[in-house]
């Protein structure tokens, strides 16, 4: 009788412990989105939901990990001075089928998850250059309706060493900020002068590499009006830390107003921060006899931001 009870109780002690840790990890999966920067894509609420289904993975399988042992060294101690060995307990083939077969599918799970994240994104990346599979144009499907009704809205952006160019090809604008209108679909024509650059903004969630020689369009759909930061992910060199530019997200008025402006004022050197502290090198009476690429000539913009 006293067997049956503690074998009740141990079986109510799993069952309790089991839904303490999966509503704890559900818990903290849903902080996690707090623990980003603000949504400012309609890609980001894809990305947001593959973080959050991770972290809430990765708590549960932790979480029950550690009460697990816990648990043992709590309620399964030994006797105080039983130093006896323990039952000549040998492989169990089921445990052993069990424990392999959670972690094969948890992998399958997660990987068929963020193909599926990245086929509904319809980012372009080096598969493109290796010619695999990799649809050009997919609909988001957090995009919004009135988003993929409009027409796509085409820029130009060149990379180099250090600096981003953004060319409005309708109306014949370069800028050194990324101007964009929210809730529009819009392509990049992603172009690299020299190296290997990555085109990155945190608050997108979206990072694409930019390989030399080779012209690849990337689409996305702002949906946040604000101002973001685009940074290179790619070491690219000496300066490559100054190789950031302001992404601005505002209204299609706004930014058809802001188009507008831009068309009326005469071109002028754009604010190279590389190429300025290139010079304050070179002009040292100290040289430390370090080697660099010297940065790109300042393009001509009808917006130096």
Not at 27 to 51: R, T
Not at 75 to 99: C, M, Q, S, Y
Not at 275 to 283: K, L
């Amino acid at each position: 009788m006293t067997m049956k009870i503690q074998k009740i109780l141990n079986i109510l002690t799993l069952l309790t412990g089991a839904i303490a840790v999966t509503i704890t990890s559900l818990w903290i999966g849903k902080q996690a989105y707090s623990w980003l920067p603000p949504q400012a894509a309609a890609e980001s609420l894809l990305i947001d939901d593959l973080i959050s289904f991770l972290v809430t993975l990765g708590a549960f399988i932790f979480l029950g990990v550690t009460s697990t042992l816990m648990y043992s060294v709590i309620f399964h101690r030994a006797v105080k001075d039983d130093f006896t060995d323990g039952p000549p307990i040998e492989g169990n083939i089921t445990l052993e089928v069990v424990w392999t077969a959670i972690p094969i599918m948890l992998v399958l799970w997660i990987a068929g998850y963020s193909y599926q994240v990245y086929e509904q994104m319809g980012i372009q990346g080096p598969s493109e250059v290796v010619h695999l599979h990799n649809p050009m144009v997919m609909e988001s499907a957090y995009a919004p309706a009135n988003a993929l009704a409009e027409p796509v809205e085409k820029i130009d952006v060149l990379a180099k060493q250090w600096a981003w160019v953004f060319h409005y090809p309708e109306r014949d604008i370069t800028s050194t900020e990324l101007h964009l209108p929210s809730d529009r679909r819009i392509r990049l024509a992603l172009r690299s002068q020299d190296v290997l650059h990555g085109f990155y903004i945190p608050a997108f969630r979206l990072k694409q590499d930019i390989i030399p020689n080779h012209a690849m369009d990337f689409e996305f759909t702002p949906i946040r009006p604000g101002k973001y930061r685009l940074t290179d992910s790619q070491y690219s060199g000496t300066y490559f830390a100054t190789m950031q530019a302001n992404v601005v997200v505002e209204s299609p008025e706004d930014y058809q107003q802001w188009l507008a402006q831009a068309a009326t004022q005469k071109p002028s050197l754009a604010n190279n921060q590389a190429a300025s502290e290139y010079a304050q090198t070179s002009n040292q009476s100290v040289q430390t006899g370090w080697v660099t690429v010297p940065p790109a000539a300042p393009f001509l913009v009808n917006s130096p931001g």
